[in-house]
């Protein structure tokens, strides 16, 4: 099994300042099939990045992912208001798990 | 537009069997690259994915529960159905059903439905 571990798993930070959130994977995720996903509560997870850095449709620019092979990186330039969530990281294809999440929230 | 709902029981006893049919519409499970997943979450945890099945008829568990789960296809109805047997209070938790095509990700997702298993 292919453990993916996020960090930090909380991030406190005030709207308008950059957010980075880490993925690291226990092996090689196979052809960077690696999804980021922005969860509300009372919402089912929303796709933001999939293929490592390609952006979903309707996501907004502010949103980009990077890395490959075991680390990966999430990266929201600016919050805004509506960005406080939970994220998770996903691997699909060969292996299909979820990290625990990093819980993004207002400083 | 794609669109997927899962149904099933809202309470099921420890030790009974719980079926799950995700209904999906927009999408053709016989479309080369196209798999259907089953995810769930405890309340106040973490996402944990339980099973995929593919457009050809492979399947896929999560190593932990595999030995309680079967997927399974109908490919007329555009229904995928999950079972989990010897149900436990700890598989309380909402359950959805996401929608892959090859390298997009999970790029749609159910509503969930909330599982309560209690005597």
């Known amino acids: 099994e292919n453990v993916l571990t996020q960090s930090p798993g909380t991030l406190s930070l005030s709207p308008g300042e950059r957010a980075t959130l880490s993925c690291r994977a226990s092996?090689?995720?196979?052809?960077?099939?690696l999804a980021w996903y922005q969860q509300k509560p009372g919402q089912a997870p929303r796709l933001l990045i999939f293929g490592a850095s390609s952006r979903a449709t309707g996501i907004p620019d502010r949103f980009s992912g990077s890395g490959s092979v075991t680390d990966f990186t999430l990266t929201i330039s600016r919050l805004e208001p509506e960005d406080f969530a939970v994220y998770y990281c996903q691997q699909y294809g060969s292996w299909n798990t979820f990290g625990q999440g990093t819980k993004l929230e207002i400083k | 537009q794609v669109t997927l709902k899962e149904s099933g029981p809202a309470l099921v006893k420890p030790t009974q069997t719980l079926t799950l049919t995700c209904t999906f519409s927009g999408f053709s499970l016989t479309t080369t690259g196209m798999r259907v997943y089953w995810i769930r979450q405890p309340p106040g945890k973490a996402l944990e994915w339980l099973a995929r099945?593919?457009?050809?008829?492979?399947?896929f568990y999560n190593a932990s529960l595999k030995t309680r789960l079967t997927i399974s296809k109908d490919t007329s109805e555009n229904q995928v159905v999950l079972t989990m047997t010897n149900m436990d209070p700890v598989d309380t938790g909402t359950y959805y059903c996401a929608r892959n095509f090859d390298w997009f990700g999970l790029d749609a997702w159910g509503q969930g439905t909330l599982v309560t298993v209690s005597s």
């Open positions: 099945i593919d457009w050809d008829d492979d399947k």
């Open positions: 092996q090689p995720v196979g052809r960077n099939y």
